[in-house]
């Protein structure tokens, strides 16, 4: 079996319908694409008139996310040899890292497993939805710090953010069921983020430039999946930064402030774009 | 109430427990190493994986299973040290090197197509190797000085007769042609081949000699 298996590649049955990064941009329809016309119908809560297809919808990704995650955890078991860092092991990984990943590994599998139940209980199956690969992509990254930071830093704590809000949203419909498996899996989640802060802080103690490399990888995977205002702080960003999770995962406040910040210019971007792209429509008509 | 002041027993009437074992410290330790790399090729391997196999089922159990094999050799890494090896990594290592061999062999299936004979080599070679091969440590090491040990080879037996279970049933599921049982079949024959040239995962004697004298005399004719 080779090291470093490329996205193309990841093996799924007939059900699954993939989309790349740049179709899922391109896509006039999807909220990544900045010139997208349509506004974010807001932050996730029952009286959404979309709310019951708009739940369904970030389920179906919640587990095409878990897998990803599943498959990027399980690579870092194999993708790495373990012992110090040396010329010819460049990116060599404490054997410690490699058991944090085995256990993330049982983490993602019951999150998948938590996702297809739940995505049955909300009224979807699997396929219903597209499946974005960027989650892999991201942990697709040679060298391990990159990797962990831009996976269990940004992408996992972005499910920190995303379990929140549909754990809150589960409150507020009055569905026990999914507010009790969100709770669970977010707790996953902030152990999964804090082992990011912490093999980052641990892996480049001496390493600065290397540290910088990671923390300006998470900010692209950050932007990347601020998604237009997706994720931010504002009362109709569909997901909340959820703080006080982030802060028990290793988060800093100047941390959450930038990340807030990325959101913001994510959205202003977005809504640059959506005047330019009016303005044109409304000077070819 | 009884007497608390009435004396009793160390052992109790039905603690038979006994002192004799048949590895020393230097032995104990040298498995362990071995049990350690073993475990860490495989969990290794069961996370690279995952993303290969298209069975949404089967892609969950790997990753479930990656865990309990990289649970056991934590379990052994931390085993090392209190048998006198402060160098773990010393001891990792495979018994020789028709075992590495044996794991070259046992992770090279990769394509989506291939999930039957990754899974033969986990559940109907290996695991049932290290199954046996942690039983006759279990059976054999002294149940009063190598009681960690025994500990830990019991954790790591439950997790192996349950995920042997699991994989077993999972190929059972898998295999529906003739030429399917075939494959299986071969792919088997072939690693199992090379896990005998190997000796088991702990090398010769990973399950003991049967043809070895159990009773000094026996060859003699006096024993009796």
């Known amino acids: ?87 010819e092991a460049p990116d060599a990984v404490p054997f410690e890292l490699k058991l944090d990943m085995a256990r993330q590994c049982w983490d993602e599998a019951r999150h998948c497993e938590i ?81 990011g802060s912490d093999w980052l802080r641990r892996l480049t103690a001496t390493d600065p430039e290397r540290q910088a490399r990671a923390l300006e990888f998470q900010r692209i995977v950050d932007k990347l999946f601020s998604l237009g205002g997706f994720r931010g702080e504002d009362d109709d960003s569909p997901v909340r930064l959820a703080r006080r999770f982030r802060e028990l995962a290793g988060f800093d406040t100047d941390e959450m402030d930038e990340l807030a910040e990325i959101s913001r210019e994510s959205r202003d971007e977005a809504t640059r774009y959506q005047e330019q792209a ?8 | ?51 290969t196999v298209p069975e949404l089922d089967v892609k969950l159990r790997l990753g479930t299973h990656c865990y309990h094999h990289a649970w056991h050799a934590e379990l052994w890494h931390k085993r090392l040290p209190e048998l006198r090896e402060m160098n773990p990594d010393r001891l990792t290592v495979p018994p020789n090197d028709e075992l590495v061999t044996f794991v070259a062999a046992l992770t090279e299936p990769e394509g989506p197509g291939e999930t039957i004979e990754k899974l033969v080599g986990v559940y109907r070679v290996l695991i049932p190797a290290l199954v046996a091969a942690y039983t006759y440590h279990l059976n054999n090491t002294s149940t009063i000085t190598d009681a960690p040990t025994i500990r830990s080879l019991k954790f790591a037996l439950q997790d192996l007769f349950d995920d042997w279970r699991d994989g077993e049933m999972m190929l059972q599921s898998l295999i529906e042609t003739p030429d399917e049982v075939d494959r ?29 004298s159990e009773v000094p005399g026996a060859d003699e004719g006096i024993a009796s």
């Not at chain 1, 179906?60 to 990803?68: K, L, S, Y």
């Not at chain 1, 549909?166 to 999964?192: I, Q, Y």
């Not at chain 1, 009016?278 to 008509?285: E, W, Y």
């Open chain 1, 278 to 285: 009016l303005a044109a429509a409304d000077g070819g008509a």
């Open chain 1, 115 to 195: 996702s297809v139940k739940l995505s049955d209980w909300m009224g979807t199956v699997i396929g219903e939805f597209s499946e974005a690969t960027f989650l892999y992509e991201a942990a697709c990254n040679p060298d391990p710090v990159l990797r962990l930071t831009g996976v269990n830093r940004a992408l996992e704590g972005l499910a920190i953010d995303v379990f929140n809000t549909m754990r809150e949203f589960g409150d507020s419909a009055g569905d026990p069921v999914l507010e009790f498996c969100e709770d669970w899996m977010l707790a996953d989640e902030v152990t999964h983020v804090k082992m």
């Open chain 1, 1 to 87: 079996m080779k090291k470093l298996f490329p996205v193309e590649e990841l093996a799924r049955d007939d059900r699954f319908r993939r989309v790349a990064i740049a179709e899922r941009i391109t896509d006039g329809r999807s909220p990544a694409n900045a010139k997208n016309q349509e506004k974010l119908q807001g932050r996730l809560t029952p009286a959404r008139p979309d709310a019951p297809d708009a739940a369904r919808q970030l389920m179906h990704g919640i587990f095409t996310g878990e897998i990803q995650a599943l498959e990027g955890a399980g690579r870092t078991c194999w993708d790495f040899p373990v012992g110090k860092v040396t010329d």
């Open chain 2, 1 to 51: 109430m009884a007497d608390p002041k009435k004396p009793r027993a160390a052992f109790a009437p039905w603690d038979r427990r006994e002192l004799p074992g048949a590895f020393d410290v230097e032995e104990s330790a040298r498995r362990v190493g071995n049990y350690k790399w073993i475990e860490m090729r495989l969990f290794e391997a069961l996370g690279g994986w995952v993303a």
């Open chain 2, 184 to 212: 299986a079949a071969a792919h088997q024959a072939r690693l199992q081949k090379l896990l005998l040239a190997s000796g088991g995962v702990a090398g010769p004697g990973s399950i003991g000699d049967p043809w070895a």
